[in-house]
């Protein structure tokens, strides 16, 4: 292992998803976005989208679903033009899952973490001297990252405190036809799952870590990004292998900045060499006049 300071990046960059068969961002402005999710075009809230929509009112009054927010953040509701099913699918490359009109604003995964699950299918597939990366997806969610690595040879760990979101995460396994993949479903606090694996010493050869502002454990355990984050990237620092690739961070709170989730990493990756790269993800109209930025994130790689 190089005993040499990661390098940082000296610029920001954008990691830009653009539309594909399942999905796109039709149009924006005025606060919100145009979207289409498979066979639904949706309105959901942006407040970001400070300029006017290009498109006219009627397209955006023939969407399928407009959410309605409540005064809790994320919260809300969906207003249906006609009944949907609980589920319907859609695809990312190979991968294979179900979208669902959840009650935050969402439909089980996020759009513009497609940039990510091509980076992290390149970076699996490029692993020289290791037959099959052994990967930890903290946060995990509805599991299509975790998916996409599997799918390029990863042996993945997915954990995430929400049993209903390991769950679906299962049936979008079964829904690729990866089920039999080496991927293990952990529902568990991300920080006693971590913990515990430093202690048993156990290590990986990349781990994705995408927490969110605020959450809830299993048990209760209460989690807050800015009091929580050092700790838990430290940690997982400890699991990276001596031959490890990669450890990508996310994050989606308004106040931290991609700038800053790079010098945590620099902070804790002390002594192992690469390179840490930062910046944010954004969404890309379909017609390329407008792009959102989403997320920030930090990616270390050997």
């Known amino acids: 292992m190089s005993r040499a300071e990661p390098k940082v990046a000296e610029l920001p960059s954008v990691m830009r998803t653009r539309g594909w068969a399942d999905y796109g961002l039709v149009d924006s402005g005025n606060g919100r976005k145009l979207e ?30 407009v959410f309605d927010p409540t005064d809790e953040e994320d919260a809300g509701r969906w207003k249906l033009k006609a009944p949907a099913p ?14 669902r009109f959840t009650s935050f604003r969402h439909l089980a995964f996020f759009p513009e973490q497609a940039a990510n699950w091509a980076w992290l299918d390149a970076a699996v597939r490029g692993a020289r001297g290791v037959a099959q990366p052994r990967v930890l997806n903290l946060f995990g969610y509805t599991g299509v990252a975790s998916l996409a690595m599997a799918a390029a040879g990863a042996a993945v760990t997915h954990v995430d405190a929400s049993k ?6 299962r049936e979008n396994a079964t829904l690729s036809g990866l089920a039999d993949r080496p991927i293990r479903w952990i529902t568990e606090d991300a920080r006693k799952y971590v913990a515990r694996e430093v202690r048993r010493g156990s290590t990986y050869e990349g781990i994705i870590l995408d927490p969110p502002k605020y959450g809830r454990g299993p048990d209760g355990e209460v989690w807050r990004l800015f009091e929580d984050l050092p700790e838990l990237a430290g ?24 700038a800053a989730l790079s010098g ?14 930062w910046g944010e993800l954004a969404l890309v109209q379909e017609d390329g006049a407008r792009e959102i930025g989403m997320s920030f994130f930090a990616r270390w790689s050997a």
Do not use: H, M
């Open 36 to 65: 289409r999710y498979g066979r639904y075009t949706v309105v959901r809230p942006e407040p970001q989208c400070l300029w006017a929509p290009a498109l006219p009112a009627s397209a955006w009054e023939a969407a399928d679903a």
């Open 86 to 99: 609980e589920t319907w699918p859609l695809a990312w490359e190979g991968v294979k899952f179900n979208g």
């Open 164 to 169: 209903r979101a390991v769950a679906w995460a």
């Open 235 to 258: 940690l997982c620092a400890q699991l990276l292998s001596e031959n490890a690739k990669f450890l990508v961070l996310n994050a989606y709170a308004e106040r931290i900045s991609g």
């Open 264 to 277: 945590l990493l620099a902070d804790k990756l002390k002594g192992r060499g690469g390179t840490i790269e």
